[in-house]
C-alpha cells in the first residue's frame, strides 16, 4: 500500500532556512495532490499549503512569503523549504495525499519533528 | 480564516461506551468537514469526509454528521482501538484549518 514518509534535519538555527522531503513508496506522486502540514507541541494543526504534481501551488497566506514546495516525479518525492525560520517553526511536520482534489487528506505520513534551535 | 472550536478537548470512556465530539466552525461551510484519528508516532487516518462520508476500510461504528457551522463524530461503540486524538478539519476554503483535537482516553 503507498506510504509516505517525511525526512529532514530535525535541528536548523534560526534564520537559515528548513528543508523537508516526502518519499512516497508503493504509488504514484503523479496526478494528485501533496500538502504539508505542521503541528507545534501542545498545539492545533497547521496546513502550510499544497501543490498538484502539474508543479501549481496554494500556500496559506500566513506563510506564503517564506514557503517553496516543488515536486520530483522521477524521485517520486515532493519537497518544503520554508525560509529565515525562527522558534516558532518548531513543530512536527507531516506530508499528506489530497486524493480527489477536494482539500482531504486520505493518506498522512507519521511526521518528521523540527526544532529551530541555535 | 476560519475557526474550527471542538469539544471537549478531552474525554475518558470505557469500551462500549457511545462517544460523541463535536466541531463548530466560526462560519458556514457547508458539509466541507472531514474527520481523522491520531495515534501518537503514527500516521493521522482519515475517518469521515465530507461530514458524514465514510472512508472506505473505516468501521461502521464511526459515523459523522451536521452541516453550516456543527458537526458531530460519533463512535456507537467504543473499542480498545479508538483511544486516540480525533480532529477535524474544514475544507470550504483556503487555508485549510483544524480543529484542537479531542483525546479519547480510558476510564
Known amino acids: 500500500q503507498v506510504q509516505l514518509q517525511e525526512s529532514g534535519p530535525g535541528l536548523v538555527k534560526p534564520s537559515e532556512t528548513l528543508s523537508l522531503t516526502c518519499t512516497v513508496s508503493s504509488g504514484s506522486i503523479s496526478s494528485y495532490y501533496w500538502s504539508w502540514i505542521r503541528q507545534p507541541a501542545g498545539k492545533g494543526l497547521e496546513w502550510i499549503g499544497r501543490m498538484f504534481t502539474s508543479g501549481s501551488t496554494n500556500y496559506n497566506p500566513s506563510l506564503k512569503s517564506r514557503v517553496t514546495m516543488s515536486v520530483d516525479t522521477s524521485k517520486n518525492q515532493f519537497s518544503l523549504k520554508l525560509t529565515s525560520v525562527t522558534a516558532a517553526d518548531t513543530a512536527v511536520y507531516f506530508c499528506?495525499?489530497?486524493?480527489?482534489?477536494?482539500?482531504?487528506?486520505?493518506?498522512w505520513g507519521r511526521g518528521t519533528p523540527v526544532t529551530v534551535s541555535s | 480564516d476560519i475557526q474550527m472550536t471542538q469539544s471537549p478537548s478531552s474525554l475518558s470512556a470505557s469500551v462500549g461506551d457511545r462517544v460523541t465530539i463535536t466541531c463548530r466552525a466560526s462560519q458556514s461551510i457547508s458539509s466541507s468537514l472531514n474527520w481523522y484519528q491520531h495515534k501518537s508516532g503514527k500516521a493521522p487516518k482519515l475517518l469521515i469526509y465530507t461530514a458524514s462520508s465514510l472512508q472506505t476500510g473505516v468501521p461502521s461504528r464511526f459515523s459523522g454528521s451536521g452541516s453550516g457551522t456543527d458537526f458531530t463524530l460519533t463512535i456507537s461503540s467504543l473499542q480498545p482501538d479508538d483511544f486516540a486524538t480525533y480532529f477535524c478539519?474544514?475544507?470550504?476554503?483556503?487555508?485549510?484549518?483544524f480543529g484542537g483535537g479531542t483525546k479519547v482516553e480510558i476510564k
Open positions: 499528506a495525499r489530497d486524493y480527489t482534489g477536494w482539500y482531504y487528506f486520505d493518506l
Open positions: 478539519q474544514q475544507s470550504d476554503r483556503t487555508p485549510l484549518t
